[in-house]
């Protein structure tokens, strides 16, 4: 008796040590994709006393880990950076208002990073599409709180979509809505994120 739970520690080991030399195929794990510096687009739009904008960030970063290989992706990480000075409207005096409400000369980053995925379903229409939301800290200008993230997830040809639009309030972070003209012209304290991202 004694023997066989021998021979089967043994073998459990022989087992272990041939996946581990990668003589035996273990299973589909999680894959990492980075986001395209090239493609998709991340934008912030609000509204003013004077007329609603929009800023576009020139500069993101990013990765993701996803697993395919079960009925439903499996998202095991995701981390998400744009340079807070990249925030373009197309308007300098706009842009210096943003980038002293943001302090960015202390607080360099605007980052996501996903702490769990509170859920995901399908999209019946379309194959290899889901809708997903994950959980994580957001850190604007130095301060981090706990969103919601959603966005649709599409899995495409060896690329990943990532698309979707996230409320929020600069008040919550610590941001006084930027100001111009002596006072006369507010930014509202509502923001809506925008980001449709292609990651590879």
Sequence with gaps: MQSQVTKKKLSFKAVILLMTMGLIPIA???QSYQISKSEGEVTVTGTSTLHDWEEVAEQKSGTIAIDPSGELPSI????????????????????KNTYKALNTGKYKEIVFQMDAVKSISPVVSTSNKYKVVATGKLTIAGKTNTVDLP??????NGKVLLNGKKPLKMTDFGIEPPKALLGTIKTGDE???HYKTVWQ
Excluded at 88 to 95: F, H, L, Q, R, V
Excluded at 151 to 156: K, S
């Design 151 to 156: 966005f649709d997830l599409t899995l495409n």
């Design 191 to 193: 923001i809506e994120v």
């Design 76 to 95: 095991s990480s995701l981390k998400f950076t744009v340079m807070a000075e990249s925030l373009k409207s197309g308007k300098d005096a706009m842009d």
């Design 28 to 30: 589909l794990s999680a």
